[in-house]
C-alpha cells in the first residue's frame, strides 16, 4: 500500500463521491477499508477528510441508504475514527487490527500493558464496538443478506 495505505484528500475526494453516487441512484454502500490512519504529509488536508467523509456519510443516512462499513487489518488513525466505524452494521475481518492509535503508543501514553487481543476484531464486537466478524471467504454472502435487510428497512 502506498505510504501504508494512508487517507490523503483524494481519498476523502472518492469517497465523497461514492457516496453521492450512492444517493444519485439510491443505493446502499459498502466500504471496504484498510488504512494506517491519515497521511501526515499532507497535514491539515488530510485531516479534513474526516469530517468531509463523515459529513456525506451523514448525507447518505438522511436519505435513508443504508452503509456497511467492512474493516479489514488494519484500520488505524484517521480511517477508523471516521468512516471505518460510521456504517448502519460494522462488519470485521478475523484478528483485523482496528483502533485510532496503535497499541504500542496507547502502552507508552498510559504507562500499562493493555489487555489481550486489545484492538483486535475479537476484542471489539465483544465490547460492541462492532457489529460481527466475518472469514473474508464468506463476506460475499453475508453481504448480500445484510444489504436484503437493510435496503427493504428504509
Do not use: W
Not at 499532507?42 to 467492512?70: H, R, W
Not at 471505518?84 to 496503535?102: H, R, S, T, Y
Not at 504500542?104 to 462492532?130: D, H, M
Amino acid at each position: 500500500a502506498f505510504m501504508g495505505g494512508s487517507m490523503a484528500s483524494v481519498v476523502g475526494a472518492r469517497f465523497v463521491a461514492a457516496v453521492n453516487a450512492c444517493i444519485e441512484n439510491n443505493t446502499p454502500l459498502i466500504c471496504f477499508s484498510t488504512s494506517g490512519g491519515a497521511r501526515m504529509q499532507e497535514a491539515l488536508m488530510s485531516l479534513m477528510q474526516m469530517a468531509k467523509t463523515s459529513a456525506a456519510l451523514a448525507k447518505l443516512s438522511k436519505k435513508g441508504l443504508p452503509y456497511i462499513s467492512v474493516l479489514t487489518d488494519p484500520t488505524m488513525g484517521g480511517v477508523s475514527a471516521s468512516l471505518a466505524m460510521l456504517g448502519d452494521v460494522n462488519v470485521a475481518e478475523p484478528k483485523a487490527l482496528i483502533g485510532f492509535a496503535g497499541p504500542r503508543v496507547i502502552e507508552q501514553t498510559v504507562r500499562e500493558k493493555l489487555p489481550e487481543g486489545f484492538q483486535r476484531s475479537e476484542f471489539l464486537v465483544e465490547k460492541g464496538a462492532i457489529d460481527m466478524i466475518v472469514d473474508r471467504r464468506e463476506m460475499r454472502d453475508k453481504l448480500h443478506g445484510l444489504l436484503l435487510k437493510l435496503h427493504h428497512q428504509h
